[in-house]
């Protein structure tokens, strides 16, 4: 039983167009995250979610739209891609509260020509 | 020996040595902090945590060491094994939620035969 899964896996797509990437935790946590990992392996925290509420939305440009429909669920479109958006996308889930370790999905590789 | 720049701190042991992996944190304010293992392919995967009102903790194979007077944190991993070859990262918490995590560059371990 994978805990993180998020799909896909690989995404390749032209600039200009939207995509969307999934994520969903079994573990029962209440709080879902997204991090952009880029090529120099820099894992940067994107968005935070707890029980379906935004809490953290660090500078992503708001062509990055995250959607929580339960707190089992945490999807990310994108939109209008841009080259610069060629990154691994890690979602992550944890307990939260003060000692919450992340445990992270497989990773979403977004590349965009 | 252990390189810095451009590329990713790359630290390469022979198996069988001990590995002591470094990280700098940024945060004063910053009470717990967590060690991650990344695989090729893969999402980053828990080692070891320690709090702030701890400078050392143990887990099998692997020693956590804070020191807090100048924001530094180490990873030692004894006997490393080739299956220790990955992406390390500290990452390092200072918000009672516990839900934003801030890693550190990275460093690759690389273990020689």
């Known amino acids: 039983d994978t805990a993180v899964s998020q799909t896909p896996k690989y995404l390749v797509t032209q600039m200009g167009n939207d995509k969307s990437i ?4 079994n573990l029962g946590h209440d709080t879902m995250y997204w991090y952009k990992q880029d090529s120099k392996k820099f ?42 958006d060629s990154a691994v996308y890690f979602c992550a889930s944890s307990r939260g509260g003060a000692s919450g370790e992340l445990f992270f999905g497989e990773g979403s590789r977004l590349t965009v020509l | 020996g252990e390189s810095v720049g451009l590329h990713l701190p790359t630290l390469s ?30 999402g980053p995967q828990f080692i070891i945590d320690i709090r702030s009102n701890m400078d050392k903790r143990q887990g099998q194979r692997v020693t956590v060491l804070l020191n807090k007077t100048v ?10 094994q080739p299956g220790d070859s990955a992406v390390y990262f500290c990452a390092e918490n200072s918000d009672n939620y516990g839900q934003n995590f801030v890693f550190g560059p990275g460093t690759r371990l690389s273990v020689l035969p």
């Open chain 2, 13 to 42: 042991v022979q198996e069988g040595d001990n590995s002591i992996i470094n990280c700098a944190y940024s945060n004063s304010a910053s009470d717990y902090f967590i060690w991650y293992k990344q695989e090729s392919g893969k």
């Open chain 2, 71 to 80: 924001k530094h944190l180490s990873l030692q991993i004894a006997a490393t």
């Open chain 1, 43 to 84: 894992l940067k925290i994107m968005f935070s979610y707890n029980n379906k509420e935004l809490i953290i939305n660090e500078t992503v440009p708001n062509r990055f739209s995250p959607k929580s429909p339960d707190k089992a669920h945490l999807n990310l479109h994108i939109n209008s891609l841009e080259l610069g």
């Open chain 1, 22 to 25: 999934k994520c969903e935790q």
